[in-house]
């Protein structure tokens, strides 16, 4: 409905005789409400129900000829529309019972004939204050309420963005670093995948599931800061190349710290070489310390280190690396991330079959 300062508040006053009208019109006038007035209660019925004009508030006379002033409050409350329109009883009927009928019925107020204008006045502000509070009370509440449209698209939005950000940052970096090469450059769209379909297998909400595909991707972004002689090593580094080669989860955190990206995006980065029995890395944590998304992560980029060849090992048979990852639940996995990806052998192999690497072209062509 608004409030009064965008626009008149609508009075409409319903009573069959002229003079009453005009004596709330007079009483109503100087605050600068729109006034209607309605001679019966069949005229005020039909005009609401072609909804022109919507009133804020009615002042209703009972002792009407055909429908009195209590069928009318009766119909009008009957109404969805009108479910909170407040109504004034405007009568010469000063009992008790009379006014308890119309309260029951659904009035608000009573005023009593004569009114001394004042009186009058101050009822229908203090009723069209109440009213006006309350449109902008369902106002906010359907705000809130409506997670399509308003809130929670606008922090969805704000989210999209930040996320945008990050990648854009990371992209960057990772060009700049020449990071990809011809073993990765597929790795982290099946991570990705893997990811994904862990997520959603082991029951986890959908914001989650989105949210893990576009960030397993970031899992080693921390490698920017890793000499590219060290990244390529063919055959396996020395212990001091490894302590060297930990600190791309420390750096991965770092850089999208700096970047303001997700809770979920730097725990990945963080905790994905760590194990569910404590023995990996940066930190050593053990089970639940370990966030679920670092968890999950952690067994789709083993999984996808097993099943592909790397610039310093060739690609591990499809059943030594079920054998491996079945060995090693509970240890290096969690059993119910390790559980997920067994369970679901064959997808898992779809999403890796789906972004499997070109083989080189032949010597000569």
Not at 7 to 34: C, H, S, W
Not at 329 to 355: C, E, Q
Request: overall charge negative.
């Amino acid at each position: 409905m608004g409030s009064t300062d965008e626009r008149k508040p609508v009075v409409y006053i319903v009573d069959d005789e002229d003079a009453n009208i005009f004596i709330l019109q007079a009483t109503l006038k100087p605050m600068g409400y729109k006034i209607r007035a309605f001679r019966s209660g069949m005229e005020v019925l039909e005009f609401l129900d072609r909804g022109e004009d919507p009133p804020d508030i009615v002042l209703l006379d009972i002792m009407m000829p055909g429908m009195d002033g209590f069928d009318v409050c009766q119909q009008i409350r009957s109404d969805a529309r009108w479910s909170r329109l407040p109504i004034i009883m405007v009568t010469g009927l000063d009992d008790v019972e009379h006014r308890v009928k119309g309260l029951g019925l659904g009035a608000d107020d009573y005023v009593t004939k004569p009114f001394h204008p004042l009186e009058a006045r101050a009822r229908v502000k203090s009723l069209l204050r109440i009213k006006f509070l309350g449109d902008e009370l369902q106002q906010k509440n359907l705000l809130l309420a409506d997670e399509k449209l308003h809130l929670e698209e606008l922090v969805r939005e704000r989210t999209k963005e930040m996320e945008d950000i990050t990648i854009g940052v990371v992209a960057a970096l990772e060009k700049a670093n020449a990071f990809s090469d011809q073993d990765t450059g597929n790795h982290i769209l099946r991570v990705a995948g893997y990811s994904e379909l862990l997520a959603v297998k082991m029951g986890m909400p959908r914001d989650f599931s989105i949210k893990i595909r576009r960030f397993a991707s970031l899992h080693d972004v921390g490698k920017v800061g890793i000499p590219d002689d060290l990244l390529k090593k063919p055959g396996p580094l020395t212990a001091e190349e490894f302590e060297q080669m930990k600190q791309h989860t420390v750096m991965g955190y770092e850089l999208l710290t700096l970047a303001r990206s997700d809770d979920m995006a730097r725990n990945i980065a963080l905790c994905h070489h760590e194990k569910f029995n404590g023995r990996g890395y940066p930190n050593g944590w053990a089970g639940d310390q370990i966030p679920s998304e670092a968890r999950i992560v952690a067994l789709a980029d083993v999984f996808d280190a097993l099943t592909t060849k790397r610039c310093y090992k060739s690609a591990y048979p499809l059943e030594e690396a079920r054998n491996i990852i079945t060995s090693e639940k509970g240890r290096h996995f969690d059993p119910a991330v390790a559980d997920a990806l067994l369970d679901n052998w064959d997808s898992v192999l779809g999403i890796r079959d789906r972004y499997i690497e070109p083989s080189p072209p032949p010597q000569g062509s």
